[in-house]
């Protein structure tokens, strides 16, 4: 199983709203990543998870709050966000060490914030 | 700086043609290279890699690319194009004792019938 899947698909969401994204692989790779990714741009890395724990934090705003409950599974909680954070939310997975080890990814969820 | 550029930000051709889509980096060692392709709403898939070894790659969908060194590039060639190749590539670099990715700005690949 080569896949990573990601839930939801879409997501719509106030100001105000609490929801959370999910990820999970079963690769059995120890190395997870939450990229943001505006329209017709790169992705860029949010959090790095290396085994299980966060490794790396690109700045992002506390109102985006990654968790990594267990080596499968990736969760990215979103609390009062702003409308600029509207992109898609892609997750990614590999095997963990210097080398240039494939990421693979998963289809993303497009989140729109009102 | 370190970098990974790609000149062409958008690029259309006939189903049929040829296709070269550059990439070039700058890195003060050779970093691992990725073509990596996204459809429309989709995530990433990844077409091909280099480490090391022999310069010209093959990957899937009949992709292959050619690693220069002497130029710092990586581009990535397919021999005829076909209408479900339109999406965007993007180039990505890990640098030699890094483990995250450096994404190009990506090539929108337009395919005319």
């Given at each position: 199983?080569?896949?990573?899947?990601?839930?939801?698909k879409h997501?719509v969401?106030?100001?105000?709203?609490?929801?959370s994204?999910?990820?999970?692989q079963?690769?059995?790779?120890?190395a997870?990543?939450?990229?943001?990714?505006?329209a017709?741009?790169?992705?860029?890395?949010?959090?790095v998870?290396?085994?299980?724990?966060?490794s790396?934090?690109?700045?992002?705003?506390?109102r985006?709050?990654p968790?990594?409950?267990?080596?499968?599974?990736?969760?990215?909680h979103l609390?009062a966000?702003?409308?600029?954070?509207?992109a898609?939310?892609?997750?990614?997975?590999?095997?963990?060490?210097?080398?240039?080890?494939?990421?693979?990814?998963?289809?993303?969820?497009?989140?729109?914030?009102? | 700086?370190?970098?990974v550029?790609?000149?062409?930000?958008?690029?259309?051709?006939?189903?049929?043609?040829?296709l070269?889509?550059?990439?070039?980096?700058?890195?003060?060692?050779?970093?691992?290279?990725?073509?990596?392709?996204?459809s429309?709403?989709q995530?990433?898939?990844?077409l091909?890699?280099?480490?090391s070894?022999?310069?010209?790659?093959q990957?899937?969908?009949?992709?292959?690319?050619?690693?220069?060194?002497?130029?710092?590039?990586?581009?990535?060639?397919?021999?005829?194009?076909?209408?479900?190749?339109?999406?965007e590539?993007f180039?990505?670099?890990?640098?030699?004792?890094?483990?995250?990715?450096?994404f190009?700005?990506?090539?929108?690949?337009?395919?005319?019938?």
């Amino acid at each position: 199983d080569t896949e990573v899947t990601q839930t939801p698909k879409h997501l719509v969401m106030g100001m105000t709203n609490k929801k959370s994204l999910k990820c999970e692989q079963h690769m059995g790779h120890r190395a997870m990543y939450w990229y943001k990714q505006k329209a017709k741009k790169p992705p860029e890395l949010m959090f790095v998870y290396s085994y299980e724990k966060l490794s790396i934090n690109e700045s992002v705003p506390s109102r985006f709050s990654p968790e990594c409950p267990n080596s499968s599974l990736l969760n990215l909680h979103l609390h009062a966000l702003q409308p600029e954070d509207s992109a898609l939310y892609l997750c990614a997975s590999s095997q963990v060490g210097i080398g240039g080890n494939e990421q693979f990814f998963g289809p993303g969820t497009r989140l729109t914030v009102l | 700086a370190q970098s990974v550029t790609q000149p062409d930000i958008h690029i259309t051709v006939s189903e049929g043609a040829s296709l070269e889509l550059r990439c070039n980096y700058s890195y003060g060692a050779t970093p691992y290279l990725f073509w990596y392709v996204q459809s429309p709403g989709q995530g990433l898939q990844l077409l091909l890699k280099y480490f090391s070894g022999d310069t010209l790659v093959q990957g899937i969908k009949g992709f292959e690319a050619e690693f220069k060194r002497s130029q710092s590039s990586f581009n990535l060639r397919k021999p005829s194009v076909h209408w479900s190749d339109a999406a965007e590539y993007f180039c990505a670099v890990v640098p030699l004792y890094g483990q995250n990715f450096v994404f190009g700005p990506g090539t929108r690949l337009s395919v005319l019938p």
